[in-house]
T-cell receptor, first 114, second 116 residues
Framework: AQSVTQLGSHVSVSEGALVLLRCNYS??????LFWYVQYPNQGLQLLLK??????LVKGINGFEAEFKKSETSFHLTKPSAHMSDAAEYFC????????????FGDGTTLTVKP | NAGVTQTPKFRVLKTGQSMTLLCAQD?????MYWYRQDPGMGLRLIHY???????AKGEVPDGYNVSRLKKQNFLLGLESAAPSQTSVYFC???????????????FGPGTRLTVL
């Protein structure tokens, strides 16, 4: 069975600092990997996804993530944090043959300090 | 396009009462999902549907029922609400068999349910 682990339930950075949110997954078949963002009192929206091909994927709002198969990781980064990045971030894994279902991590709350 | 909409946005129930949450999508998606979100536990799948007239159990189905009589709607029912069902409920949908979209899910804004 697949699983997702997000290291650190809370991450705090200063405005302008590097953002690094960690995600590790386990699976026995090639995964599809996603990062979603949830702003307060809203639903989740897709930041970026890895399916096949290039392992470095770029998303909205300056975020990017790199798929590292050998490390089973899909960490999310952004070079310079902005106050508007404060939100909860979810990593998710899915596969080609599971009715489109995704398994989500427990989430990481990002706080950005002025 | 409205995307995925959920009705109601908020609800307070007493233990033992019943209610139905409505999810609607206007993107012609094949697959639809119901999740619950609790603090520190991420999203847990309650039930899902891979097409009109079909439903299946997810990770935490007990105490819930669902129906998908029309492709665009997915209903979540609580027959006898319990305090443990206090949560935020999210509906999501995806294209399904169209591989290009690789299971990306589109989420509604959520329903905040409190059971007293």
């Amino acid at each position: 069975a697949q699983s997702v682990t997000q290291l650190g339930s809370h991450v705090s950075v200063s405005e302008g600092a590097l953002v690094l949110l960690r995600c590790n997954y386990s699976s026995s078949v090639p995964p599809y990997l996603f990062w979603y963002v949830q702003y307060p009192n809203q639903g989740l929206q897709l930041l970026l996804k890895y399916t096949t091909g290039a392992t470095l994927v770029k998303g909205i709002n300056g975020f990017e993530a790199e798929f590292k198969k050998s490390e089973t990781s899909f960490h999310l980064t952004k070079p310079s944090a902005h106050m508007s990045d404060a939100a909860e971030y979810f990593c998710a894994v899915s596969f080609n043959t599971n009715a489109g279902k995704s398994t989500f991590g427990d989430g990481t709350t990002l706080t950005v300090k002025p | 396009n409205a995307g995925v909409t959920q009705t109601p946005k908020f609800r307070v129930l007493k233990t033992g009462q019943s209610m139905t949450l409505l999810c609607a999508q206007d993107m012609n998606h094949e697959y639809m999902y119901w999740y619950r979100q609790d603090p520190g536990m991420g999203l847990r799948l309650i039930h899902y549907s891979v097409g009109e007239g079909t439903t299946a159990k997810g990770e935490v189905p007990d105490g819930y029922n669902v129906s998908r009589l029309k492709k665009q709607n997915f209903l979540l029912g609580l027959e006898s609400a319990a305090p443990s069902q206090t949560s935020v409920y999210f509906c999501a949908s995806s294209y399904g068999i169209i591989r290009l979209h690789y299971n990306e899910q589109f989420f509604g804004p959520g329903t905040r349910l409190t059971v007293l």
